[in-house]
């Protein structure tokens, strides 16, 4: 009788033990917010590649934790989820140092492009060559060499935007012009007989 007393202690006990350490990890894991990784891309025999991140080997599902570096290959590119604060993409050949927490991302761009797929608030991207650049939600940020460039859309430019317009009203005249002069269907400024209603 007196084993089994102790036997039920010994079970009590552990099962108290198991049960705050069960918490006190919950309750660790959830002080640090942290990214899921996606990466994308094919290696030559078809199998997913893998970024770097802080020196070592990951595949998509990895949790990334603040001020950790990634590194992307020439064949891969990452994109890192953060959930409402936000999702960047790394491209292939670049190393990025991100920062986050709850009110928003940062990084280091060493080499390579970042861009911000979503943001709750601007990215701000230290390059290479000294610069900061706040990024929005579609926007890129480039080192080559020691400049930085920040890619803007040709749309808002009226670069691609402009070309398609024009196009469009060049084919339109052109349809015009055709259907005017095809088989003279169409008249312009012919002779008619104009019959007034007074007679």
Not at 83 to 104: D, L, R, Y
Not at 119 to 142: D, F, I
Not at 152 to 166: F, L
């Amino acid at each position: 009788m007196n084993s089994k007393l102790w036997i039920h202690k010994a079970l009590s006990t552990c099962l108290v033990v198991a049960i705050i350490a069960t918490y006190s990890m919950v309750a660790l894991a959830n002080g640090k917010v942290a990214g899921e990784l996606l990466v994308t891309g094919s290696n030559i025999n078809g199998e997913t590649p893998v970024v770097t991140v802080n020196g070592e080997s990951a595949k998509t599902g990895r949790s990334v934790f603040s001020s950790s570096t990634i590194a992307t290959p020439e064949n891969a590119s990452a994109i890192l989820n953060m959930g409402k604060i936000g999702k960047i993409q790394i491209a292939p050949n670049s190393v990025f140092t991100v920062t986050f927490n709850e009110n928003g991302i940062k990084g280091d761009l060493t080499s390579g492009k970042v861009t911000v797929l979503g943001a709750s608030s601007a990215v701000a991207v230290h390059t290479a060559n000294g610069e900061n650049v706040a990024l929005a939600m579609g926007e890129s940020a480039t080192v080559a060499g020691k400049n930085q460039t920040k890619d803007d859309d040709d749309d808002s430019k009226g670069g691609a935007a402009w070309w398609w317009w024009g196009l469009i009203v060049v084919g339109a005249g052109a349809g015009i012009v055709y259907a005017a002069t095809r088989d003279n269907e169409l008249s312009l400024g012919g002779s008619s007989t104009v019959v007034s209603p007074n007679r």
